[in-house]
């Protein structure tokens, strides 16, 4: 069956260093991946998204993303950290017409 | 121009009882969704949309009724709540093969 797993249950990163958060994926073809942050109350917001083309993808807040088919992989990054980074991240899949989640990386900024 | 609001933001009711989340949206998108948020599960999705009058079920749907008579709108009823869907509730919309947007979502305690 498809999926996408987030590894990494909880991060912990001290404030103006790199994070990288880890998302892999089981799809045949090219998938349609993305990147969300729920901040702590709040909705998902889009961080950034692949379809297709290039495999690094930049997107909101400074973060990226690269897509590597050989290790089937969509880890995100973010070269240096802010406390309002704080938030949980979740990794999803298109499937047709919806989004399938990971379980989420719940990430701690600390000073 | 609120985009896609959720009512009520927080419930309390009791195990029996009949519940109704709301969700209206002001995109004109053709579809919406309901998922519901569970720690160490991330999103699952309860119901979809299509379109007005046209809706399908997710990968968690039991106990879960939905309605769309009017493209904007997007009721889930919980017909007899039950511990079990004590959740936090989140609307999406999108086009079709777009980009989801979601509502801040609704944190539902069933005692």
């Known amino acids: 069956a498809q999926s996408v797993t987030q590894p990494d249950i909880h991060i912990t990163v001290s404030e103006g260093a790199s994070l990288e958060l880890r998302c892999n994926y089981s799809?045949?073809?090219?998938?349609?991946l993305f990147w969300y942050v729920q901040s702590p109350g709040q909705g998902l917001q889009l961080l950034l998204k692949y379809f297709s083309g290039d495999t690094l993808v930049q997107g909101i807040k400074g973060f990226e993303a690269e897509f590597k088919r050989s290790q089937s992989s969509f880890n995100l990054r973010k070269p240096s950290v802010h406390w309002s980074d704080a938030a949980e991240y979740f990794c999803?899949?298109?499937?047709?017409?919806?989004?399938?989640f990971g379980a989420g990386t719940t990430v701690t900024v600390r000073a | 121009d609120a985009g896609i609001t959720q009512s009520p933001r927080y419930k309390i009711t009791e195990t029996g009882r009949q519940v109704t989340l709301m969700c209206h949206q002001t995109?004109?998108?053709?579809?919406m969704f309901w998922y519901r948020q569970d720690l160490g599960h991330g999103l699952r999705l309860i119901y979809y949309?299509?379109?007005?009058?046209?809706?399908d079920k997710g990968e968690v749907s039991d106990g879960y009724v939905v309605s769309r008579s009017k493209t904007e709108n997007f009721p889930l009823t919980l017909e007899s709540a039950t511990r079990s869907q004590t959740s936090v509730y989140f609307c999406?919309?999108?086009?079709?093969?777009?980009?989801?947007?979601f509502g801040p979502g609704t944190r539902l305690l069933v005692l």
């Open positions: 999803a899949y298109f499937d047709d017409y919806k989004l399938s």
């Open positions: 949309s299509a379109a007005a009058d046209i809706t």
């Open positions: 995109w004109s998108h053709s579809y």
């Open positions: 799809y045949g073809a090219t998938p349609y």
């Open positions: 999406a919309s999108s086009e079709m093969g777009g980009t989801q947007y």
